[in-house]
């Protein structure tokens, strides 16, 4: 016992060592990755809280870019506007509004801190579930994808972007609706890849890559970028696309958070609960 | 009195580190990360068991500042823990009298070595905790290397201008 005692008296830096890795690794496990996310709240909360004066700042000094980000929306939400469409259907038929049923509502927030230099990359808004907001919605911004909810505390979520490795959504082509998985290779938080876009497809630079339905956590046609160039993948059948992201993560401040209204009634039909 | 003055340093370090450095980029995606710099130079003069954990506060400090979520408080604490052996390694050379030299009673060719391997060490920890895992190994010592590097030019910058005086 006395031999025991010594020998833990010897050896207490070593274990004081393991015993604070022990804790940071624990951190780092329970908040870094998204599918495993036990989501800390307190920390983003605190996190936010420090972050929010910062961004208060800075939103000043942003606010001539944000401005015109917001107006070339504006413009674009303008053209779908029913005003700017030419009706071509003259007395035939009926027009039935009650057939289009709202699937979406759009929350907007604020980010209050990023970081796109990372590997894992991640962003936290102003608004939390007292807006409302639960894991697994989606984040769009004025030029396109964001993100995706990985945790919410009451003030603020933490969303895990599109530059994130380990987050993965489902593009496809504009022109040609091959759809194929967008992943982040890292690096460089301007680029990302679509991959398994089958080699008879016409894709070339310039073509605009959207979600589409399959995206789950985003409604149809939201851009996420435009091809930049292409190559075949290892096995030769498969173009691999780099892509221009849209969103610009280095200038980001305004987001939409996308609530699904349907998106109980999807989850029961892709888990099917067995009677 | 030292001590408080040696903590203040620490949280202007972090504060700098992740206010100004952390906004700094180089080729796009390297931030150097000198906050480290306090465990061999500041940290040094206490007893091991302050050490690890003054290391665990000040990399935990900035971790809540950049929600990196403990990535920073690791390798901190490592570095701290692996800082005699590397001493070692460099070697006392005959005018040290310590037994774990400090920076100061280090000549200069061993210093930069000990700091340039520290840094690699450092850096190499945290950068393989943040991605959680060795897979992409190349990449890893990729970054691991050119981001030392550039951290490294800071401290350099700083012991040739102290040298200098």
């Not at chain 1, 690794?25 to 989501?39: C, D, G, I």
């Amino acid at each position: 016992m006395r031999y025991f005692l010594l020998l833990l008296r010897q050896s207490r830096i070593l274990i004081l060592f393991l015993a604070l890795e022990g804790i940071a690794l624990y951190w780092v496990v329970s908040v870094q990755s998204y599918p495993r996310a036990k989501f800390s709240s307190k920390s983003t909360e605190l996190s936010g809280q420090l972050s929010e004066w910062q961004s208060n700042l800075e939103s000043y000094l942003n606010l001539r870019l944000e401005n015109e980000h917001l107006a070339q929306e504006n413009a674009n939400l303008r053209e779908q506007l029913n005003q700017s469409l030419l009706i071509q259907n003259y007395g035939a038929d009926t027009i039935n509004d009650s057939i289009l049923n709202q699937r979406y509502s759009f929350l907007s927030a604020e980010v209050v801190r990023s970081s796109h230099l990372k590997r894992d990359n991640f962003i936290i808004i102003d608004k939390g579930s007292r807006s409302g907001l639960k894991r697994n919605m989606g984040v769009i911004g004025p030029q396109g994808v964001v993100g995706v909810v990985a945790g919410v505390s009451s003030n603020f979520a933490r969303v895990i972007p599109i530059i994130n490795n380990s987050l993965t959504i489902s593009g496809a082509l504009a022109e040609e609706a091959y759809f194929g998985p967008v992943k982040w290779p890292g690096l460089n938080y301007r680029h990302t890849e679509l991959t398994d876009i089958p080699r008879y497809s016409k894709v070339d630079s310039g073509a605009v890559v959207l979600t589409d339905g399959r995206s789950r956590y985003f409604p149809a046609g939201v851009k996420i970028g435009s091809v930049l160039k292409r190559e075949l993948q290892a096995d030769q059948n498969f173009f691999k696309l780099k892509l221009e992201l849209a969103t610009d993560f280095a200038n980001l401040r305004q987001v939409y958070v996308v609530k699904d209204i349907f998106a109980a009634e999807l989850d029961s039909l892709q888990n099917p609960v067995q009677p | 009195m030292r001590l408080v003055r040696d903590i203040l340093i620490m949280i202007l370090m972090v504060l700098i580190q992740a206010y100004f450095f952390d906004e700094l980029l180089f080729f796009r995606y390297l931030n150097p990360y000198l906050y480290v710099y306090v465990v061999f130079s500041i940290l040094i003069r206490y007893p091991r068991f302050w050490q690890l954990i003054m290391a665990f506060a000040l990399g935990g400090f900035l971790d809540i500042l950049e929600g990196s979520s403990g990535i920073h408080a690791g390798a901190a604490v490592f570095i701290a823990f692996a800082q005699p052996m590397l001493k070692g390694f460099w070697g006392p050379n005959r005018e040290d009298t310590d037994d774990v030299p400090s920076l100061a009673s280090m000549s200069m060719d061993r210093r930069l070595g000990f700091l340039f391997t520290a840094f690699f060490l450092h850096h190499f920890a945290l950068f393989s905790l943040e991605q959680f895992g060795f897979g992409n190994f190349v990449d890893l010592l990729k970054q691991t290397f050119y981001s030392s590097l550039f951290s490294f030019t800071f401290v350099l910058l700083y012991q040739l201008w102290n040298a200098r005086r």
